[in-house]
């Protein structure tokens, strides 16, 4: 940790893993049955602590700071949230008087079954109707977020990233939070939590909805608010946006232009790589600059393409568990049930050279979300952050790459590490490190921090503005084929409303006839009987 001030924290984000497999055998990570907002933490303590790692702990450091300071207020941006520990302690906070909650209602936390309605009615009744909004954005509030302040309602520090306040986010998914003691940093969140809070309205049908307009007509959703201008021992040079925008162009673009003018690499670890916008165009076109190392892990390995110098695909690797074919003395692994594991957002950009810079945040660095949600993103220009969040990408992508090899592995040909003799493989792992005509190639050469050979160093101008069109054309069609569909099923939908109508109506008619029939036949009957 290189400032006084600014701490970012990772969770483990190994649950299929050896090391988890050895440690816990695979157990799970609540208890059976169904799932509860209250269930008891304690014997899962050991796990948790383990899988949430540095995370886990700024977390719950940080709550318990809002909870020692009795005078402290606290505001807190919900999304998703099946914690006891965590509901339990927002709860205590509430009854006391001193929280104010947003929570999300997207669909997902709405349905039948969904631990956050519980959670939603417990921090509700601890902390009083007035003071919990239960809404969204366009789509989504999508923070997850604490902010503290003093007695008066002062600013003080702030957590925030990429972690949700649940079970899965925290034991499960990569995930990375930033804890930030600063008081200018943590006003800016409290602002944008007093203008969605105080301007949430209620629609025709009474569901609570936040009101995106008058968020993104805010002056902390214009683009990116400079809170610390140098690098110095509290805080690093970084600033920060917030979202929705008006135009999403405001946040992703100078992250765009970063990772556009990157000299030695990218790396990234990215939830969802197939949105829209200027960063995940960004990404997938790195290839057209072949000075630029990159490569990255993402939930699964479609979505993002990134090629080699040589123009072969290179290496992108999705969640893959080893659950089958597991050569000795590997284990089956345990995957940890059904849902994102790779949860972080965020992209390094030459971490090593002169002006290292991460982006990270709970933003899907997609142009929609930027319009449509509640979120952050941060942009750190910082040599030692920078470094944190490359070891992470690399860690992770290691991880999941073997996984993703291991999927190609059958009974009679398991993957095997290679040997000095080993039949059929000749060639040692360490030739394509000096072969110029491969991205391990520059892999070694970017961290041994050695030159490049002459000839390797020739950069091929992209044509960004092609992509972009492209890019702006594909996301039109979707848009379009979207729409499509869903006029079709409107139409189909209304076809059947009709088609339903008009048979209960015939059904109707038909029984009105039988009654008319029968109450003659009945009134005949009557009359012969007199």
Same mark, same amino acid.
Request: charged share 25%; hydrophobic share 40%; aromatic share 10%.
């Given at each position: 940790?290189?400032?006084?001030?600014?701490?970012?924290?990772?969770?483990?984000?190994?649950?299929?893993?050896?090391?988890?497999?050895?440690?816990?055998?695979?157990?799970?990570?609540?208890?059976?049955?169904?799932?509860?907002?209250?269930?008891?933490?304690?014997?899962?303590?050991?796990?948790?602590?383990?899988?949430?790692?540095?995370?886990?702990?700024?977390?719950?450091?940080?709550?318990?700071?809002?909870?020692?300071?009795?005078?402290?207020?606290?505001?807190?941006?919900?999304?998703?949230?099946?914690?006891?520990?965590?509901?339990?302690?927002?709860?205590?906070?509430?009854?006391?008087?001193?929280?104010?909650?947003?929570?999300?209602?997207?669909?997902?936390?709405?349905?039948?079954?969904?631990?956050?309605?519980?959670?939603?009615?417990?921090?509700?009744?601890?902390?009083?109707?007035?003071?919990?909004?239960?809404?969204?954005?366009?789509?989504?509030?999508?923070?997850?977020?604490?902010?503290?302040?003093?007695?008066?309602?002062?600013?003080?520090?702030?957590?925030?990233?990429?972690?949700?306040?649940?079970?899965?986010?925290?034991?499960?998914?990569?995930?990375?939070?930033?804890?930030?003691?600063?008081?200018?940093?943590?006003?800016?969140?409290?602002?944008?939590?007093?203008?969605?809070?105080?301007?949430?309205?209620? &629609?025709?049908?009474?569901?609570?909805?936040?009101?995106?307009?008058?968020?993104?007509?805010?002056?902390?959703?214009?683009?990116?608010?400079? $809170?610390?201008?140098?690098?110095?021992?509290?805080?690093?040079?970084?600033?920060?946006?917030?979202?929705?925008?008006?135009?999403?162009?405001?946040?992703?673009?100078?992250?765009?232009?970063?990772?556009?003018?990157?000299?030695?690499?990218?790396?990234?670890?990215?939830?969802?790589?197939?949105?829209?916008?200027?960063?995940?165009?960004?990404?997938?076109? $790195?290839?057209?600059?072949?000075?630029?190392?990159?490569?990255?892990?993402?939930?699964?390995?479609?979505?993002? !393409?990134?090629?080699?110098?040589?123009?072969?695909?290179?290496?992108?690797?999705?969640?893959?568990?080893?659950?089958?074919?597991?050569?000795?003395?590997?284990?089956?692994?345990? !995957?940890?049930?059904?849902?994102?594991?790779?949860?972080?957002?965020?992209?390094?950009?030459?971490?090593?050279?002169?002006?290292?810079?991460?982006?990270?945040?709970?933003?899907?660095?997609?142009?929609?979300?930027?319009?449509?949600?509640?979120?952050?993103?941060?942009?750190?220009?910082?040599?030692?952050?920078?470094?944190?969040?490359?070891?992470?990408?690399?860690?992770?992508?290691?991880?999941?790459?073997?996984?993703?090899?291991?999927?190609?592995?059958?009974?009679?040909?398991?993957?095997?590490?290679?040997?000095?003799?080993?039949?059929?493989?000749?060639?040692?792992?360490?030739?394509?490190?000096?072969?110029?005509?491969?991205?391990?190639?520059?892999?070694?050469?970017?961290?041994?921090?050695?030159?490049?050979?002459?000839?390797?160093?020739?950069?091929? &101008?992209?044509?960004?503005?092609?992509?972009?069109?492209?890019?702006?054309?594909?996301?039109?069609?979707?848009?379009?084929?979207?729409?499509?569909?869903?006029?079709?099923?409107?139409?189909?939908?209304?076809?059947?409303?009709?088609?339903?109508?008009?048979?209960?109506?015939?059904?109707?008619?038909?029984?009105?006839?039988?009654?008319?029939?029968?109450?003659?036949?009945?009134?005949?009957?009557?009359?012969?009987?007199?």
């Amino acid at each position: 940790q290189a400032h006084k001030k600014f701490h970012p924290g990772f969770t483990r984000g190994y649950i299929a893993s050896q090391a988890y497999a050895d440690k816990f055998k695979n157990k799970d990570i609540r208890p059976k049955g169904k799932k509860t907002a209250d269930f008891d933490t304690k014997p899962f303590t050991d796990q948790y602590v383990w899988l949430g790692a540095d995370a886990h702990k700024k977390l719950f450091d940080f709550i318990d700071d809002c909870e020692t300071d009795t005078t402290a207020k606290v505001d807190v941006f919900i999304y998703d949230n099946d914690h006891p520990d965590v509901i339990a302690a927002i709860c205590r906070i509430g009854k006391q008087g001193r929280l104010r909650a947003i929570i999300d209602n997207a669909p997902l936390h709405t349905k039948t079954g969904a631990v956050e309605i519980t959670a939603a009615k417990m921090i509700t009744d601890a902390a009083a109707t007035a003071n919990v909004k239960r809404g969204c954005f366009e789509r989504f509030q999508h923070n997850k977020v604490f902010i503290k302040s003093d007695k008066n309602g002062n600013a003080q520090r702030v957590f925030f990233g990429s972690m949700n306040f649940s079970i899965r986010g925290l034991y499960v998914q990569a995930n990375n939070v930033i804890v930030v003691d600063d008081p200018a940093t943590a006003q800016k969140f409290k602002d944008a939590f007093d203008n969605a809070f105080v301007n949430a309205f209620t &629609t025709p049908a009474k569901k609570e909805k936040l009101n995106t307009a008058k968020f993104a007509a805010g002056d902390f959703a214009q683009g990116y608010m400079a $809170l610390s201008a140098t690098d110095t021992a509290d805080l690093p040079k970084f600033s920060l946006a917030l979202s929705p925008h008006k135009d999403s162009s405001v946040s992703l673009s100078p992250m765009s232009d970063r990772i556009r003018s990157a000299t030695s690499s990218v790396l990234y670890a990215v939830m969802a790589p197939t949105g829209s916008g200027p960063v995940l165009t960004s990404l997938r076109a $790195l290839a057209a600059n072949p000075i630029v190392f990159s490569y990255g892990t993402v939930e699964t390995a479609t979505g993002l !393409a990134v090629q080699s110098p040589n123009g072969a695909m290179g290496d992108v690797t999705g969640f893959a568990a080893l659950t089958k074919n597991v050569p000795p003395p590997f284990t089956a692994e345990f !995957a940890g049930g059904a849902g994102m594991h790779i949860h972080n957002k965020f992209v390094v950009v030459d971490f090593n050279g002169d002006n290292p810079t991460v982006f990270t945040g709970s933003s899907n660095l997609a142009a929609g979300g930027e319009q449509s949600n509640g979120d952050s993103l941060a942009m750190i220009e910082d040599a030692a952050i920078a470094n944190m969040y490359a070891i992470e990408a690399v860690s992770q992508f290691d991880h999941y790459h073997y996984r993703s090899a291991k999927k190609a592995a059958t009974k009679s040909a398991p993957l095997m590490l290679w040997f000095p003799g080993q039949p059929k493989k000749p060639s040692p792992w360490w030739k394509s490190y000096y072969d110029k005509t491969t991205i391990q190639m520059r892999d070694r050469c970017l961290f041994a921090g050695v030159s490049l050979p002459p000839g390797m160093e020739a950069v091929k &101008t992209p044509d960004w503005s092609s992509l972009d069109k492209a890019a702006g054309a594909a996301a039109k069609k979707k848009k379009a084929s979207s729409k499509r569909t869903s006029s079709k099923k409107a139409s189909s939908k209304k076809t059947s409303s009709k088609k339903a109508a008009s048979k209960k109506a015939s059904k109707k008619k038909a029984t009105a006839g039988k009654k008319t029939a029968a109450k003659k036949t009945a009134k005949k009957g009557s009359s012969k009987k007199r």
